[in-house]
């Protein structure tokens, strides 16, 4: 039997879709930094990648009272987003 090693090339993890160069990234990454240390940070979900967005979505549906409310905000959310192209 033949073996093949397999070595990959680490990178930024980053959502795999989004259209931004290394240096608008970093300059994202140090503003939100810069909000964090006035104890104005919040979550950039633009900034995270697909598994901590996952994550995040996960740790958010046990927060969620009244599910078809929820539903509904998504879809305005949604609808306002792909109104705007950002889908």
């Keep these: 039997t033949t073996h ?3 070595s990959t090339t680490p990178r930024r993890l ?3 879709d989004a259209d931004r160069t290394p240096e608008q990234a ?3 990454k140090q ?3 810069e909000k ?3 104890g104005q940070g919040h979550w950039h979900e633009e900034l995270a990648s697909a598994g901590e967005s996952s994550v995040k979505a996960d740790q958010d549906a ?3 009272s ?3 409310q929820h ?3 998504l879809q305005r959310a949604g609808k306002e987003k792909g109104e705007k192209g950002e889908l």
């Design 4 to 6: 093949r090693t397999l």
């Design 14 to 16: 980053l959502k795999e």
């Design 26 to 28: 970093e300059a994202a």
């Design 31 to 33: 503003s939100q930094l």
């Design 36 to 38: 964090q240390k006035r």
């Design 62 to 64: 046990h927060k969620v």
């Design 66 to 68: 009244d599910h078809k």
């Design 71 to 73: 539903m509904q905000e």
